[in-house]
């Protein structure tokens, strides 16, 4: 092994495994209980913690949303609940096929396949809405049972893996093999990770910014990662971020827009989401923002473009907002508001196309580590 490669704990490594193992053991026991309910002629019925904005707190010790203490009960026997409990119980169903066969689907083809089996969903939000309470009742994220959103970002850099997948088991590949970089789709975000001379994650708000790092060898300059979040990165990005963090040991550096919805896409991977206050598994609170910030745009002077009415409502939105009451979390949204301005991060190349390589990351990445 190459000094200074880092290998991942072989406990991490069998976590993808366990976990699926799990998600198979718990809706086995879902359809032994309705099972058991019917056979002795008691109508089946769920309880699943309620995501209603009143039951969603902020755990400062996680530094995260979360679900408190309230549920909801869906019984057979009520005819209001009857629908969404076959919506539901249909969904575990269908799930267990996925697992057991080593299956992946989008939530687009769960809308269309629940036709198949006749089961009536009037859209698919109404479907999407489904699979968030299987996530709920069993604690595990959508992408813990095969079901993807179509989106997806990238990743490039020195990184080993091998699939865990069926019928690529044990196939390696390393991550700097393609210049374009690596779609985190299902059997990327569920491989092992082998070995790596990385040192860091750079997670990127936009596609040409995460090629632009690419081509002026950032991640051999920085022994960086490169991962192309594509905006608010999917949730199985922000999953193989977290791997990367817990089972690398990477510490995990943010660079999006300079703009609220920039420090909004930062936020989410550090601290999650209030839609997704279910699961606890999508956060890396280490994770440091190193930019675009509002003072950059002043102190860069970087081109930009006026804040809309709801860029700034945004803004004051995010003052109240418990996870950014931090200074620099503060400062920074203050700023915005006094400025009415906003940036790209694109707008460096008013510098030429290497100085946000050359000059802005390296001074951002000493400020951050000095912190």
Sequence with gaps: MVRGMKKSKSKDRESTKIRKERVKELLTSL???????????????????????????????????????????????NMRHLRSFTQLVWLAFFVNKLVNEGKTSTLRDIYYSSQAFNMDFEDQPESDHIITDLEALISFAREDFNIYPEERSSIFGDLTIEYTVRGYEGR?????????????????????????????????????IFTRFVEENVHKKFKALIVDTAGQPPRATRYLLKRLHDELSLDVYILADGDVYGEHIAMVIKSGSANAAHLRELTVSDAKWIGVWASDIQKYKLPTDPMTEADIKRCYELKNDPRYQLDIWQKELDLFIKMKRKSELEAFAKYGLTKITDDYLPEKLKIANSL
């Design 31 to 77: 359809g032994i209980k309705i099972y058991n309910d019917l056979d002795n002629q008691i109508f089946p019925e769920l309880e699943i913690p309620s995501r209603s904005v009143s039951n969603i707190v902020y755990d400062k010790r996680l530094k995260q949303y979360i679900l408190g203490d309230a549920i909801i009960k869906r019984s057979s026997s």
């Design 172 to 208: 390696r590949l390393n991550l700097a093999d393609h210049p374009d970089g690596y779609l985190i789709g299902p059997s990327l975000s569920s491989a092992e990770f082998i070995e790596t001379s990385a040192e860091m994650v750079l997670a990127v708000e936009k596609g040409g």
